[in-house]
């Protein structure tokens, strides 16, 4: 039971059940946005009467395709996808370039495994290459 009560209370699971639970929360946001606001404004714009996608259906040789419902969570999708890269992506990606430039000043190439080794190591920690100090491998 103990070893069940620190899996529960790692910091990573519980930053994964908080995520979960603020995009769910955040996917009901957008579906009501698509809903509420943006098919109407479409519709609006379109001539159409309809307010919500969602009854849109066309029928063939007696089968009906609901296409509207399709329409509202593609509108969905699409804004959450955007969200999430505009607001998580883009400037996770910029501050780990930002860390990763002043990583190159501490850390070198092997030449032989191309492992990441500091740069005043003398011997390789993941392939045991001898190092010169002017890079070049010597014979181990």
């Known amino acids: 039971m103990t070893g069940f009560k620190k899996f529960l209370m790692r910091g990573n699971l519980v930053e994964l059940a908080v995520a979960v639970v603020i995009g769910a929360t955040f996917s009901g946001l957008v579906q009501a946005l698509v809903k509420d606001l943006i098919t109407p404004l479409i519709a ?74 500091p740069v005043a190591a003398r011997r390789c920690a993941f392939c045991t290459a001898v190092l010169e100090d002017s890079g070049a491998t010597a014979a181990s």
Do not use: H
């Not at 001539?47 to 849109?56: A, T």
């Open 44 to 117: 609006a714009v379109t001539g159409g009467n309809e307010p919500d996608f969602s009854d849109y259906v066309f029928t063939v040789n007696g089968a009906k395709f609901m296409y509207g419902d399709f329409v509202n969570q593609l509108l969905s999708f699409l804004i959450i996808a955007s969200v999430v890269y505009w607001l998580v992506v883009l400037p996770m990606s910029r501050v780990v370039a930002y860390f990763d430039r002043n990583k190159e000043s501490t850390e070198k190439k092997c030449p032989e495994c191309l492992s990441d080794i």
